[in-house]
């Protein structure tokens, strides 16, 4: 199983290659050759998180690692989870499900694929003899997940640029009280985009790197992240219907990866019914899914701070796989003016995302009283992300059949503001989130200036 870029230009590359670089050459995302079709009667005899892990991952795998090799890594790649299968299920009432996802050290769904990639990376630097530098920019939870994940590795050292902003306390201080060498968080004067435009110059210029030095990116395009995400669609299958039967999936979505890893699931021959799109009020994919208007807008700060994005940088692979057919050229036309002029499909072609997906948008007012109506009616806290794709459920309710599973991406905890502000009350909260409170707060200050910020990482860099 190769992998090629959905824009046409880049192709016959193997996992450990897509693994390292991330974005393909063309600017495009990578693609596996084909869909690897999954045995769903194997499948049922299955029964832990990991196991069906063993079976799906090594389905990518294999133009890079021994399937031995893969099974040993993954014995050890997901760790510090609260709970023995990693993801909990929750059930509602008859047909709805919640599908815990926050269980992992840094209470939100992005360890399961941050933890995948980080354990590959190790195992690649390792036989290669190469070290990395991790650079990324975070505006919410991938940051904390990205340290957690590569921090107990000597081969990576991380540097983790946080722009001011709307994130809440408990993401800051996740990414700031880290105590380890090989982990540097810096403070940066200016914005989300301040940020990225930073990190995008580091990955062409490469000025702060050794010889021999790889430089990776964490962010939510990265196959492998990805793959880390397939895994649990199939596990919640397993365990709610024993794949009899299709499920809906309600995803609180932003950059579109884990909805993305919901359709691959169904690609690969998980029943599916319908996936609900929920976003709040950065509404892009919705506008698309409703109107055919893919166009990119300012972004506004919402209380599901993780889902704040302008763009959605994972649905360039629906496109491709979905819309065009694999066409990579009509693929790369779309996103060759893209965000100047908007994408706007071809009305017959537009029409075929009535076959999978439903969306809508949630504003925050309605989020709280999400929030505060699934406490009141099944005694359940859920944090504003998963409320967003809770309240898609209910407003959609006429459109679904059959059971649904709302994903829940963050633990409540996360976001004590906004739960006092909808007068509820936090009952437990994990270790791993009250010890950040005890911890002394450490940070690099910066101005949003790449030369001071590549000087701090050549020096630290040793
Ligand atoms: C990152 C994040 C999301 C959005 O996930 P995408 O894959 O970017 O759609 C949703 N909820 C939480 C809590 C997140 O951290």
Redesign the pocket.
């Known amino acids: 199983m190769l992998f090629h870029s959905t824009r046409g230009n880049d192709s016959g590359r193997t996992f450990e290659e897509v693994l390292m670089q991330g974005l393909a050459n063309d600017g495009g995302l990578f693609m596996p050759d084909t869909w690897p079709q999954v045995d769903l009667e194997h499948l049922k005899s299955l029964n832990s998180f990991l196991d069906i892990a063993k079976y799906i991952v090594p389905l990518f795998t294999k133009s890079s690692f021994a399937d031995d090799e893969v099974l040993n890594i993954l014995d050890k790649t997901w760790h510090d989870f609260g709970k023995d299968n990693l993801a909990e299920i929750h059930q509602l009432d008859d047909s709805k499900y919640v599908l815990e996802l926050f269980h992992g050290p840094t209470a939100?769904?992005?360890d399961f694929g941050l933890q995948l990639a980080a354990a590959f990376f190790d195992q690649s630097l390792n036989r290669q003899n190469k070290t990395a530098v991790v650079l990324g920019a975070t505006s919410?939870?991938?940051g904390s997940a990205a340290i957690d994940a590569c921090k107990r590795f000597d081969s990576i050292k991380s540097f983790i640029l946080l722009p001011d902003g709307n994130m809440s306390e408990v993401q800051r201080r996740q990414m700031t009280t880290v105590n380890s060498p090989n982990v540097f968080t810096l403070r940066v004067n200016g914005s989300f985009d301040d940020c990225q435009a930073i990190v995008k110059e580091a990955f062409s210029e490469r000025s702060f790197l050794k010889d021999d030095q790889f430089l990776l990116a964490v962010n939510?395009i990265n196959w492998v992240r990805i793959i880390g995400q397939i895994c649990y669609y199939f596990y919640a299958s397993l365990k709610i219907t024993n794949y009899n039967q299709p499920l809906n999936f309600s995803v609180?979505?932003?950059?579109?990866?884990?909805?993305f890893a919901c359709y691959s699931a169904h690609k690969m021959g998980m029943p599916l019914n319908k996936i609900l799109v929920s976003v709040n009020e950065n509404n892009i994919l919705h506008r698309f899914f409703s109107d055919n208007d893919y166009s990119k807008t300012k972004v506004c700060e919402t209380i599901s701070p993780?889902?704040d994005i302008s763009i959605a940088s994972?649905f360039e692979r629906l496109v491709y796989d979905f819309y065009a057919e694999r066409d990579s050229s009509m693929c790369a036309n779309f996103y060759k003016n893209f965000p100047v002029s908007p994408i706007k499909l071809e009305e017959n072609m537009w029409n075929k995302s009535k076959d999978i997906f439903l969306s809508y948008c949630v504003d925050d007012i309605s989020t709280i009283e999400a929030m505060k109506h699934t406490y009141k009616k099944f005694n359940y806290l859920i944090d504003p992300?998963t409320a967003v794709a809770s309240e898609a459920v209910d407003r959609l309710s006429q459109d679904i059949q059959g059971k649904t599973i709302i994903l829940s991406?963050?633990h409540p905890a996360k976001f004590p503001e906004v739960i006092k502000n909808a007068n509820l009350t936090l009952e437990d909260i994990p270790n791993s989130l009250s010890v950040i409170f005890d911890n002394e707060e450490r940070a690099y200050n910066f101005p949003a200036s790449k030369d001071l910020i590549f000087d701090f990482i050549t020096k630290n860099n040793s």
């Not at 609180?252 to 909805?259: A, D, I, L, M, R």
């Open positions: 939100a769904f992005k919410g939870d991938t939510s609180p979505t932003g950059n579109f990866g884990n909805v993780s889902m994972n992300h991406t963050a």
